[in-house]
């Protein structure tokens, strides 16, 4: 038998009265378990293995898989659904951590998908910090607890720190001060200033006491999305169907966004 705490980051039918859940653990790992009954409104698990419960989990194992034991909820983040934006966000960000984590079966010890998962969900629950800060504060922060954190220390040709206005590589990920020009041979650089490449830095190395304390004007923080939003599509090589789906939500007149 198996206890530790995991948040319900999907569900699936099974049959007429049982369920699956993926359940993302305190050990950063995403597991599938089965859940018997999950469909009689007297299930004992009801309330903790619904979408966004963050629970207690008592999980044995069998030849067929993992099954539900016993659930008890810590916190249900139930009032995401008050918003349908705030909603789809949360589901993009579960479907992130589902397509990327399960690559990581033997994550590192200071890995805190778990952790960045629960604050972002907080912030995305009360409505303390913009979707749209929230979203890319995810997608570039994942991106470094899964081992994959972009160099922005300084201009990959000549040194400099802080230049004022910058190309960044989605593909090498890395930037290039615009005194030097991007590389003819990148592919479709971000051109961006400095106010974007200081909150980039911050979401690499702040800790999370401080990691969602700053702000950044519309148009900067347009330039910040588009450039985690294409890190994360080019380096895990995936464009998550919930995030189509945000985009459409969030942004109804839009065209779709094509990388």
């Known amino acids: 038998m198996e206890i530790y705490r995991g948040l319900v980051l999907a569900e ?37 293995t619904q979408l966004f419960s963050y629970a207690n989990f008592s999980i044995r194992k069998q030849q067929k898989g993992l099954y539900l034991d016993s659930a ?6 139930y009032r995401l659904r008050e918003s349908l934006s705030r909603l789809s966000l949360a ?5 992130l951590v589902r397509l990327s984590v399960r690559e990581h079966q033997t994550p590192e010890e200071n890995c805190f998908v778990m952790r ?3 604050n972002t969900l907080h912030y995305l629950e009360n ?5 749209a ?3 890319s504060i ?14 922005l220390l300084m201009c990959r040709s000549c040194g400099v720190f802080l230049p004022k206005r910058l190309y960044f590589s989605v593909k090498e990920g890395c930037f290039f001060c615009a005194d030097c020009g991007a590389p003819e041979n990148l592919r479709s650089p971000i051109l961006l200033r400095a106010p974007v490449l200081q909150a980039m830095r911050h979401i690499l190395f702040a800790d999370y006491n401080r990691l969602y304390q700053f702000q950044l004007g ?7 999305g588009e450039c985690t939003e294409r890190f994360v599509q080019y380096h895990l090589s995936l464009k998550p169907r919930a995030l189509t789906f945000y985009q459409s939500v969030a942004h109804p007149s839009a065209p779709p966004n094509v990388t």
């Not at 995403?30 to 007297?42: D, F, L, P």
């Not at 519309?218 to 910040?224: G, H, I, P, T």
């Open 133 to 135: 800060l929230l979203k």
């Open 72 to 77: 008890e909820p810590i916190h249900i983040f």
């Open 91 to 95: 589901m993009y960000f579960s479907e």
């Open 12 to 48: 699936r039918s099974a049959g007429e009265r049982g369920k699956f859940i993926d359940v993302l653990t305190e050990h950063n790992t995403v597991r599938e378990i089965y859940v018997r009954g999950a469909k009689k409104n007297t299930s004992a698990g009801l309330s903790a």
């Open 127 to 131: 409505g303390e910090r913009s979707e």
């Open 218 to 224: 519309q148009e900067n923080l347009r330039a910040l």
């Open 116 to 118: 960045l998962m629960l």
């Open 138 to 151: 995810f997608e570039l922060r994942l991106m470094t607890e899964l081992g994959m954190m972009p160099d």
